[in-house]
C-alpha cells in the first residue's frame, strides 16, 4: 500500500509539475504578444504625434499661411488639414505641399480647408 501511495504522490508531483510549466509558457508568451502589439502602437502614435506638431510648426513659420487657424490632425501618416477660417487657393495648395514634404505623411486630405 505504501509502494502505492509513494507512486501516486509521485505522479501527481509530475503531472503538477508539467501542468505548471505548460501554464508558464502560456502566461509569458501572452504578455510578450500583448507587449509587442503596445510597441507597435505606441510607436504609431508617437510617429503621428511627431509628424503633427512638425506640420504645425511648418505652416506656423511659413509666411502667408494662417498656420495658427489651420487644425493638424494624422492618423497612420495620413494627415487631415481643416480650418474655420477661409484660405485662399494658393494658400491650401501651399499648405499642402508643406505637409507632403514632412518625412512619415502618406497622405494628405485638404478637404476641411475652406477656400475662398
Given at each position: 500500500?505504501?509502494?502505492?501511495a509513494?507512486?501516486?504522490a ?21 504578455p ?41 490632425e ?11 477660417v ?14 507632403k ?16
Amino acid at each position: 500500500m505504501k509502494k502505492f501511495a509513494i507512486a501516486a504522490a509521485t505522479a501527481t508531483a509530475l503531472t503538477l509539475t508539467m501542468a505548471n510549466a505548460a501554464f508558464a509558457q502560456q502566461a509569458v508568451q501572452a504578455p510578450v504578444m500583448l507587449a509587442a502589439n503596445t510597441v507597435d502602437s505606441a510607436k504609431q502614435e508617437g510617429s503621428d504625434t511627431w509628424i503633427t506638431t512638425k506640420v504645425k510648426a511648418d505652416l506656423l513659420t511659413e509666411k502667408g499661411i494662417p498656420g495658427g487657424d489651420i487644425k493638424v490632425e494624422t492618423n497612420q501618416g495620413v494627415v487631415s488639414l481643416s480650418s474655420d477660417v477661409k484660405v485662399t487657393e494658393s494658400q491650401k495648395e501651399r499648405a499642402v505641399a508643406i505637409t507632403k514634404a514632412i518625412k512619415g505623411v502618406k497622405d494628405v486630405s485638404a478637404a476641411g480647408l475652406k477656400a475662398e
